[in-house]
């Protein structure tokens, strides 16, 4: 049995979501498809495939190994294209992840860059708040904000970024400047769910964890709408430090606090790829690190 051939027929069954169309894809009989599918779940000695007459799709065992099979795959032809000089520039699509906010505000004048520089490389940039799985997501790349679990994946750190309390100065001057963190007691909060939740907020005095319980004077669902609010004059928020950068560089709001902020959240680059990567992402990488710590780095 060729397995990387019956490894191919089963990744195009899936993602066609039928032997049948796998056929028409690869332009070989439809029994031949089958059979070098039937082969390999005799092989593995387990069931890749629910079949039914509406859709093909994989069971628990097979979404594993589909997303196996869909990396060394992509690593075997990385291979050969390098092996065969068909890589001297950078060609293809990156598909690439990052946090909303951060995403729009610095990640995207960094791949509007590189597509300038690499003409040959297009860019699928997915903008979500949610941490997604780059290989079952099938992503090249994400950018990570915050400690990163122990895995597999390579991380590549650009920088890091402050968690901090800020307030217009309207609301400072009818209301108090806090000086320490219990000062927020006695203050209006504005929260919203995530980072600065209804749960005590949390800081550091030296080596010491502090958590102070808020007044939640309004919620909102988005950091945006907290930031807005709080120009608005309505109270303090917790939010991180290049959500307000803009309006703090303005005047609209101050951060408060400095000295009890907690540790910053690391902020990297990470991606699946060990040894050979391919040359797209070792491009864009080389470009984009040092141009994200700079990025960072104006951050404070």
Request: proline share 5%.
């Amino acid at each position: 049995m060729d397995r990387l051939e019956a490894m191919s027929l089963f990744v195009a069954a899936v993602e066609a979501g039928s032997l049948s169309a796998a056929a028409r894809r690869f332009g070989i009989p439809l029994a031949t498809v089958s059979r070098k599918v039937s082969d390999l779940e005799r092989h593995l000695n387990t069931r890749l495939l629910n079949r039914s007459t509406r859709r093909l799709t994989p069971t628990d065992a097979g979404e594993a190994y589909l997303a196996a099979c869909r990396r060394i795959l992509d690593e075997v032809g990385e291979a050969e294209r390098a092996a065969a000089g068909e890589y001297s520039a950078p060609t293809g699509e990156l598909a690439i992840t990052a946090p909303v906010v951060f995403g729009r505000l610095h990640v995207l004048p960094v791949v509007t860059g590189f597509l300038s520089a690499y003409p040959d490389v297009d860019i699928r940039l997915t903008l979500a708040d949610r941490i997604t799985q780059l290989v079952e997501d099938h992503f090249d790349l994400a950018l990570r904000i915050g400690q990163l679990p122990d895995s597999s994946l390579v991380a590549i750190g650009v920088g890091s970024i402050r968690r901090v309390v800020c307030a217009s100065p309207a609301y400072l001057a009818e209301h108090g400047t806090p000086t320490i963190p219990e000062d927020l007691n006695t203050h209006n909060c504005i929260t919203f769910e995530g980072l600065s939740s209804a749960a005590p907020w949390g800081f550091t005095r030296g080596k010491t964890e502090v958590t102070v319980q808020v007044r939640s004077r309004l919620q909102v669902n988005t950091a945006e709408a907290a930031i807005d609010a709080a120009i608005a004059g309505v109270g303090l928020t917790k939010v991180l430090s290049y959500q307000v950068d803009a309006a703090v560089r303005s005047g609209m709001l101050r951060i408060l606090l400095q000295e009890f902020e907690p540790e910053p959240w690391p902020v990297s680059l990470v991606h699946a790829g060990h040894g050979l990567l391919p040359v797209k992402l070792r491009a864009f990488l080389d470009f984009a690190a040092p141009r994200l710590k700079e990025r960072l780095a104006r951050l404070g």
